[in-house]
């Protein structure tokens, strides 16, 4: 009788519907409860549809019942192993939490143009809802500089008006021009094995401020797994694509590129 339900396990569990074999499991499981046979193919069941602690009670109990030969005994022992894992992971993936970090990214360059150095202290937190689904918030706290862009033509003429308004511009900026600045960006979200987005700013406190997040859903159609969303992510590679700059010259702010995605 088991082989009616040990047979198509791994088919199952690579197409995802449980639904006949679940019908069966509860079929044998009347019909023979102790049979070591019934037991581990109803923990594969189960342990296929999440439910790792059934799963581990059935894999157990078919241990312990009636004699089996080392081959069987061996295979049941590795069930029953991979089940302890999921376990471990089912319990982690409930976990709530708090955590922080320090990222630091560094680009040399020419100063106050094409130089990078952006220090972050992200801290996130972490609530989850149940085995497969947690919101999340963040703040980060991001300082950007690119060093100071020099008071002499040769070097400023290909950053903003510099060059268009010749080398009597320089007076606009006879100390050199800063360029460095600081905000806090902040985000929110919800994860979930088919759903996942988010909703954030880029830093406030920069020159340049967007509204930024993303959004995916996970399906299928038959044979078929689908996956489709859009993100909208800020450029951070220098920078002027992150916070944005001001003119020294003219005063005029640019900058601040987003990067959609489909």
Not at 41 to 54: D, I, K, L, N
Not at 196 to 218: H, I, K, Y
């Amino acid at each position: 009788q088991a082989q009616r339900l040990q047979a198509p396990v791994q088919v199952v569990r690579r197409s995802g519907n449980w639904a006949r074999a679940e019908r069966d499991s509860e079929a044998l499981l009347a019909a023979a409860p102790d049979d070591p046979r019934v037991l581990r193919a109803a923990g594969q069941v189960a342990q296929g549809q999440g439910r790792t602690r059934q799963a581990l009670d059935f894999y157990r109990r078919a241990l312990a019942a009636a004699p089996m030969d080392a081959e069987d005994r061996a295979q049941l022992q590795e069930l029953l192993a991979s089940a302890q894992r999921d376990a471990e992971d089912d319990a982690r993936s409930r976990l709530s939490y708090v955590a922080t970090s320090v990222d630091l990214q560094e680009k040399p360059g020419d100063a106050g143009v094409s130089r990078l150095r952006d220090l972050e202290i992200p801290i996130e937190l972490r609530w989850s809802l149940d085995k497969d689904r947690y919101v999340w918030a963040h703040l980060d706290s991001v300082k950007v500089d690119s060093g100071t862009l020099p008071p002499v033509y040769n070097d400023a003429a290909l950053y903003g008006k510099v060059q268009a308004y010749g080398p009597t511009s320089l007076a606009q900026f006879p100390g050199g021009a800063q360029q460095s600045q600081s905000g806090e960006s902040v985000g929110l979200g919800y994860h979930s094995d088919r759903y996942r987005f988010d909703l954030g700013s880029t830093p406030l406190g920069f020159l340049v401020q967007n509204v930024v997040g993303s959004a995916e859903v996970d399906g299928s159609a038959g044979p078929l797994d689908l996956s489709g969303g859009f993100s909208r992510r800020p450029m951070n590679s220098s920078y002027l694509s992150y916070a944005g700059a001001r003119d020294p010259v003219t005063g005029a702010v640019w900058g601040g590129v987003l990067k959609n995605s489909f």
